[in-house]
């Protein structure tokens, strides 16, 4: 879609006269449609926001543990920092403790790559 747009603006600043209106009438059309599909986009965004951050608590506080998950206002993680260094200290302590081809590392090798997925 930004392709196109771009291919757009290109082809209107090189038009002249009637030409370049016609250029600049499809260069709002198209603004419309990067809106909406931009408004969508944010439209499935929240509503999947509780459920990842449902799937994200869930997978820390059983899999990891430390302190809680907290949000700011805008619903981000306030405390980032504490949880990134409580998940590495348990990813280390596991592999301390498990062999890498073990049943128990292959577990939480899953869930700990499940909770990164969702902390990035």
């Known amino acids: 879609m930004n392709s196109a747009y771009d291919d ?6 090189r038009a002249f006269g009637k030409d370049r209106l016609k250029y600049m009438d499809s ?13 969508e986009y944010l439209r499935q965004i929240r509503a999947n926001l509780p459920t990842d951050k449902s799937i994200m608590e869930e997978a820390y506080n059983s ?8 949000y700011d206002e805008s619903g981000n993680i306030s405390n ?3 949880i990134q260094d409580a998940m590495f200290e348990e ?12 049943d ?6 899953k869930k700990y790559e499940l909770l990164e997925k969702y902390i990035e």
């Open 8 to 13: 757009l603006n290109k082809a209107k600043d």
């Open 27 to 39: 260069e709002i059309s198209k603004t419309q449609e990067l809106i909406d599909a931009q408004e």
């Open 63 to 70: 899999y990891i543990g430390g302190p809680g998950i907290e």
């Open 80 to 82: 980032f920092d504490e």
């Open 91 to 102: 990813y280390n302590r596991m592999a301390q403790k498990y062999t890498d081809d073990s």
């Open 104 to 109: 128990e590392w292959k577990i939480f090798e």
